[in-house]
């Protein structure tokens, strides 16, 4: 399902690593949003392995696919990201999207003030926003504590906009 796209509005490339599944869960499905453009996420259906949803660690701006594996504590890359993207379809036949700073970025002492800024921007149909009408994390606080899911009822569409 790709009804959720990545769009770049920075002047650098960001990658987006889904992790997979089944199999080791490692981030190794790129998606590399160049400067002003746009990548589809695969966000998959809830026939998928066990119900799963999916996940994306999202980098740092200047990132390309060579960053989706394993990073650490030292290196804010892969699982280490500044980012955590998720998506999956519920039982109710809607899709949830989220969006949060990476608790593993944050824990190493990395600040979240020091990345860009990113929102769930709906596209078409009408997307369900949690309290405030909004989805964003900007500045370093996102708009609900510990992140925030935007409910995209059946044929509506959202974004991920990086700014």
């Not at 994306?56 to 990201?81: E, H, M, R, T």
């Not at 519920?90 to 824990?107: E, F, M, R, V």
Request: net charge neutral.
């Amino acid at each position: 399902m790709f009804n959720a796209r990545m769009v770049n509005h920075l002047s650098q490339s960001v990658s987006a690593c889904q992790t997979v599944y089944p199999g080791n869960e490692a981030m190794l499905i790129p998606s590399v949003a160049q400067p002003g453009a746009a990548v589809p996420l695969n966000v998959v259906p809830n026939s998928y392995w066990l119900g799963t949803s999916s996940q994306f660690y999202v980098n740092l701006a200047g990132s390309d696919a060579g960053q989706c594996i394993w990073g650490n504590s030292d290196k804010p890359i892969g699982n280490w990201g500044p980012f955590i993207f998720g998506g999956g379809q519920g039982k109710d036949g809607n899709t949830y999207i989220s969006i949060q700073y990476n608790p593993l970025y944050t824990a190493a002492g990395f600040k979240t003030t020091d990345t860009y800024n990113a929102k769930i921007q709906c596209t078409s149909g009408n997307c369900n926003f949690p309290t405030g009408g909004q989805c964003k994390c900007e500045q370093g606080v996102c708009s609900v504590n510990n992140g925030c899911t935007v409910t995209l009822p059946q044929g509506a569409t959202a974004d991920f906009i990086l700014y």
